[in-house]
């Protein structure tokens, strides 16, 4: 199983960005679709987004036009960037790799997540 280290999470005021780092410790890990997922207390598990090997982008609905996701596939490294935070985005953020689902990915590793507080 591949192991998935995230970086960059931390305390952000309202309007602020954040720019969330995901390393996989497989090489060759670049060709697998990988997703950032977020939770917050007493909540499901929601993705926030998704790219394909060929680089594909999905979001979900909130955060169009905010989030940005990427990789750099010769880094096995995958990026959230957040920008125009809000309140409603503090959650534990976690990367995910699997298989590409209709509309999620079928998680096969998780990291082990990383807090983004927004404040106001």
């Known amino acids: 199983q591949v192991q998935l280290v995230e970086s960059g999470g931390g305390l952000v005021q309202a309007g602020g960005s954040l720019r969330l780092s995901c390393t996989a410790s497989?090489?060759?890990?670049?060709?697998?679709?990988m997703g950032w997922y977020r939770q917050t207390p007493g909540k499901q598990r929601e993705l926030v987004a998704r790219?394909?090997?060929?680089?594909?982008?999905d979001y979900r609905d909130s955060v169009k036009g905010r989030f940005t996701i990427s990789r750099d596939n010769t880094k096995n490294t995958c990026y959230l960037q957040m920008n125009s935070l809000e309140l409603e985005d503090t959650a534990v953020y976690y990367c995910?790799?699997?298989?590409?689902?209709?509309?999620?990915?079928?998680?096969?590793?998780w990291g082990q997540g990383t807090q983004v507080t927004v404040s106001s």
């Open positions: 995910a790799t699997g298989t590409w689902s209709a509309r999620s990915l079928t998680v096969n590793s």
């Open positions: 497989r090489l060759g890990l670049g060709t697998n679709p």
């Open positions: 790219i394909s090997s060929g680089g594909y982008t």
